[in-house]
């Protein structure tokens, strides 16, 4: 019945051709857009991993359930020493310190309310490739009193590289302190909300400015994303979580979970289409084929062919076409994305963004499988209502249509 079944197929070469055409066709588009919603995903987690929170973030319990509010009850003393031991872990590349402040940035004509981070200048451009430079240069240990402005602090200052500007801050015990620093660089990062109110310099800078020589956070760095979950338990194991908590990137970044749930339910609604366009045109073919074909199942059945064994001869035949038409679509689908990457989409700013990105076609195996199986599942999920009607049919009747 096998190889009846695929010399039938291969007998209705129009009809085959056009129920092949479905089915490459979504299973392409299976493949492409999932390969495109991916690539999205995976781009917006390295620019938020590499630009603001690191793969984890060390703090002092409490801290970020009340750290706002209370910065200074929640610091960690002699962060070097933490530091040593976690750089001995698996998958750590770079640790590096940070401390929060917010103040008021002045131009001497005008003043704009920031929220501005210490950092180590020089582990903080290895942690932070996503960071883009608009203008100048990096911080550097040679220029302990230079400032990063983010974008929308330069516009609203109009600022350039070369102003010099003063940052008025309350120290820990209620005073007022201020230093003038020298801006060195405009940096731009994914998220426009962070770029129009934060300013960046170095740590012992802001220690100085803060009259402070602990820090809020230690930022992790690993070398695979995908050990973020294991190398955060190791952490909580050889810190405690009584004194230390440890929160990871995905936790930190509330916009990333809800682009996941959002663009998750609009892959699942593209699947129900697809599938709906597959059904649609397989059955459409199945049912015309059929048709024509009653006076030949007519025939099958006076010589002795049982209905069951119709019913089976179609399937065998949907399954085959399913199958064709899936393998066909998953190496096209392949070939496109490969084609397409190497030449990349060039993007709009994402929500909240300030900067454009090439998108790419990424091959997701999990999802090319997916997408393989909906075509020979849809195929003949399609063609079963047809067999059973034609089975069905009488044979005086079918063999009147010869």
């Excluded at 909300?193 to 930022?219: G, I, M, N, W, Y």
């Excluded at 179609?314 to 038409?325: H, R, V």
Aim: proline residues 3%.
């Amino acid at each position: 019945m096998w190889k009846l079944a695929l010399r039938n197929v291969f007998r209705h070469k129009s009809r085959t051709a056009l129920t092949l055409a479905a089915i490459v066709l979504s299973v392409v588009s299976l493949i492409i857009s999932s390969g495109f919603v991916q690539d999205f995903l995976t781009q917006l987690r390295e620019a938020t991993i590499h630009s603001q929170f690191g793969h984890l973030q060390v703090y002092r319990a409490g801290y970020y359930q009340f750290g706002r509010r209370f910065p200074f009850k929640y610091i960690i003393e002699n962060p070097d020493k933490i530091i040593e031991r976690l750089a001995q872990l698996n998958y750590v590349s770079e640790i590096t310190s940070r401390i929060n402040f917010s103040g008021l940035l002045s131009n001497g004509r005008q003043t704009f309310p920031v929220v501005g981070e210490g950092i180590e200048p020089e582990k903080e451009t290895k942690l932070s490739t996503y960071v883009r430079l608009v203008a100048g240069t990096q911080l550097s240990k040679n220029e302990p009193f230079s400032v990063l402005v983010g974008q929308g602090v330069a516009n609203s200052l109009n600022l350039e590289v070369g102003d010099h500007v003063s940052i008025l801050v309350n120290t820990p015990e209620g005073a007022l302190n201020t230093i003038d620093f020298k801006i060195t660089g405009v940096f731009q990062t994914f998220s426009k909300e962070f770029d129009d109110r934060a300013v960046r310099v170095p740590l012992a800078a802001a220690q100085e400015l803060l009259d402070l020589k602990a820090v809020h956070s230690l930022v992790v760095a690993l070398t695979d994303t995908a050990k973020t979950d294991e190398v955060r338990d190791e952490v909580g194991r050889i810190l405690g979580t009584n004194e230390f908590e440890i929160k990871t990137w995905y936790e930190l970044a509330d916009f990333y979970q809800k682009a996941v749930e959002l663009y998750e339910r609009y892959f699942l609604v593209l699947r129900i289409i697809l599938l709906g366009l597959i059904l649609l045109s397989v059955v459409n073919s199945v049912n015309m084929s059929l048709y024509e074909r009653t006076g030949e199942f007519g025939t099958l059945m006076a010589l002795g062919n049982h209905a069951k064994d119709l019913f089976k001869l179609i399937i065998q035949e949907s399954i085959l076409l399913g199958l064709m038409g899936s393998m066909i679509g998953v190496s096209l689908g392949i070939v496109l994305a490969f084609g397409i990457s190497l030449i990349g989409i060039p993007m709009p700013p994402m929500p909240n963004s300030n900067s454009g990105y090439v998108a790419l076609i990424q091959i997701v195996p999990s999802e090319v499988c997916i997408a393989f199986l909906i075509g020979i599942v849809a195929t003949t999920g399609a063609a079963i209502r047809p067999a059973i009607r034609v089975s069905q049919i009488p044979v005086i009747e079918a063999l009147r249509h010869n």
